[in-house]
Every structure is written in structure tokens, then in C-alpha cells.
């Protein structure tokens, strides 16, 4: 099941239940029907969710709170970043760097296989250390 499934799936369950994270999901899944692709990828959703979920730690951040309701709900649905070790263990077994012309051929390489679940501050990061590039 998607990520886009089971957020459209809880919906349904909380009208039925009703529930008080209804509304929540409902500003979710309006945000993900705003894409002109009716059904998205996970990391297309993972990129709507955080978008989402940095507006919402702005909002909080103006109103002097910690957390929400919402930005509790999002977490639910945005799935645990990859690790900078776990990063770097991938890197070590599948990227040559001698076979490259540069270090930044490595980031991409890397983006697209940890797709959402990084961001390419960390990759670039990590791979400016693995490389010796700074």
C-alpha cells in the first residue's frame, strides 16, 4: 500500500469513526489532489508531507508551541530518514570514486537511490568528506 493509499484509507476510517484527526487529513490529502497527477509517488508525497510539516514548525514556531496535532499526524506518515551511517555504508559499497570525473557525479548517485529520504545537504556533505573534496 502507498503511502497516498493509506492516508486516503485513515480518511475514510476516521469520517466513519468519527474522529477528531478527521479534518487533519483532510488538509492532507487536499494538499496531495493540488498535484496535477491524481496518483503520486511515495517520494512525491514525502516531499507534499514535509513541505507540510515545515510550514506547520514555522506556524508553531510564531505562536511559541512545540508540537501539534498535525504536525503529530504528519510524522505518522513521513517515514525515518535515512542515517548518515547508513548513508555512508552505501556509499562505501557502491560508489567507486576513481571511476568517476567528479565527487558530484556521487551525490546524485546517491539522491537517487535514497530519493526522499535524505536530503542533499547530508549526501553532499558526507561525500565531500568521503572524497576529500571540501
Do not use: C
Amino acid at each position: 500500500m502507498t503511502i497516498q493509499e493509506k492516508i486516503n484509507n485513515d480518511l475514510h476510517q476516521s469520517i466513519k469513526l468519527k474522529s477528531n484527526i478527521t479534518s487533519n487529513l483532510k488538509v492532507i490529502v487536499g494538499e496531495l489532489q493540488r498535484n496535477k497527477k491524481k496518483i503520486l509517488t511515495d517520494d512525491e508525497v514525502i516531499q507534499i508531507l514535509k513541505k507540510l510539516k515545515n510550514n506547520e514548525l514555522e506556524l508553531l514556531k510564531l505562536m511559541k508551541k512545540e508540537t501539534s496535532e498535525f504536525l503529530d499526524l504528519l510524522d505518522v506518515y513521513i517515514p525515518e530518514q535515512a542515517s548518515e551511517k547508513d548513508i555512508k555504508e552505501w556509499i562505501s559499497k557502491n560508489i567507486d570514486f576513481t571511476e568517476l570525473k567528479n565527487h558530484k557525479q556521487a551525490i546524485g548517485i546517491t539522491i537517487k537511490h535514497f530519493g526522499s529520504l535524505t536530503n542533499g545537504e547530508i549526501v553532499t556533505s558526507i561525500i565531500n568528506n568521503m572524497s576529500g573534496e571540501k
